[in-house]
């Protein structure tokens, strides 16, 4: 089999695994990487036995397909150079800053014919794939992403850095355009929010509470969806699945009856692998990406009406 030309622009903490992702594909040729930090590009390039490039624009005209895993302010104007220049991107998340640059990208890739994906590698992390065989109807959906201070990713508010993962799984769970939002958010440590709370109504009637921190004390990452006969968590921290039956009925002092079982948590998937197989997999047969940028651009709208409200809230 042909092996897809590939490269990697921004090579930081995640840049660096995409790098060594596409290093050890079977059916990917890692043709070099580029970082504005040079000493960054030799290192993974000596990791990845591959060739640092100095000019990115050099780098773009020698391969198919590109990452782009550069701090999310340059997403637009690195994305749209590689979607001119005819090539399949792997954007990570979240697509850009603004909606005016998503648009700009989604469309310049369907003008080009380019395949567009978006990292929302939480559709790809193996305890949400297992959940998703026991998903029915959700009626209400509880999602906590809480991180301890970290400096990386601060150049965009915690709605955009971690909320927005939830709020692109919440999407594709709900399967419902959004009705309202209402939202809660504080900077506490850096000049932009740093915790955030919002509550999402769908038009089918669903609705979520997603909160989000990067100044926890703790780190926690779970999601609950309570469904017509039970529920569904995933614990991401824990490891752990539970599934809960509960009969229609009440028991005869007035409880749910209840049954309760731990699924295994699948351990051996490597989301990141799973997330550039399918990207690789769209490049080859031409097919539209799990997140598209289409769904890169709806997960980015309602990040930012989050952003927006809890500025209005904060004046
Ligand atoms: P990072 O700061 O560790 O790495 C960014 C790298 O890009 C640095 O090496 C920097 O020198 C380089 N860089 C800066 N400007 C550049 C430019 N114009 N061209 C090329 N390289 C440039 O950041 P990170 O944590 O790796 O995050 C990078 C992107 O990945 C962000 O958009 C972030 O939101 C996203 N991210 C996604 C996930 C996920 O789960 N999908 C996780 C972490 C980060």
Redesign the pocket.
């Known amino acids: 089999m042909k092996k897809i030309k590939t490269g990697v ?7 660096n695994f995409h790098a060594q992702k596409y290093r050890d594909m079977d059916d990917t040729e890692l043709v070099g990487v ?4 040079a000493a ?1 590009a030799q290192e993974i390039a000596d990791l990845c036995h591959t060739t640092p490039f100095t000019d ?1 624009h050099e780098l773009i005209k020698q391969v198919e397909a590109v990452s782009i ?4 302010t ?2 637009h ?2 994305g749209m150079d590689c979607l001119r220049a005819g090539l399949d991107v792997m954007m ?3 697509i850009t800053v603004t909606l005016q640059e998503a648009d700009e990208l989604v469309a310049l890739a369907e003008q080009k014919g380019c395949i567009l994906q978006v ?4 559709r790809f992390n193996p305890g949400i794939l297992a959940m998703e065989h026991y998903l029915k109807s959700p009626i209400y959906i509880q999602s906590d992403r809480l991180n301890r201070y970290n400096p ?2 601060n150049d ?1 508010d915690v709605v955009l ?1 971690l909320m927005i ?1 939830d709020i692109d799984i919440i999407r594709s769970i709900a399967k419902s355009p959004l009705k309202t939002i209402n939202t809660l958010g504080a900077s506490v440590v850096t000049s932009s929010t740093d915790v955030a709370t919002a509550q999402l109504i769908f038009e089918n009637g669903c609705s979520a509470t997603v909160t989000a921190s990067r100044i926890a004390k703790q780190d926690l990452r779970q999601i609950t969806i309570h469904q017509e006969g039970g529920s569904i968590s995933v614990d991401y921290t824990k490891k752990d699945i539970t599934f809960t039956e509960r009969q229609p009925d009440l028991d005869a002092r007035g409880y749910p009856i209840e049954e309760s079982m731990h699924l295994p948590f699948p351990h051996q998937g490597d989301a990141i692998l799973a997330e550039l197989r399918h990207f690789i997999g769209c490049v080859r047969d031409r097919s539209k990406p799990k997140v598209s940028g289409e769904e890169g651009r709806q997960a980015l709208a309602i990040a930012l009406e989050v952003v927006q409200q809890i500025r209005r809230q904060r004046g």
Do not use: A, C, M, N
């Not at 580029?34 to 930090?37: E, G, H, L, P, V």
């Not at 895993?69 to 999310?72: D, E, I, K, S």
């Open positions: 622009i921004g090579v930081g903490y995640l840049g580029f970082d504005t930090s960054r990115y895993v550069t701090p999310t340059f997403h104007q690195v990570e998340k979240p990292g929302h590698l939480e990386r990713g965009v850095d993962h």
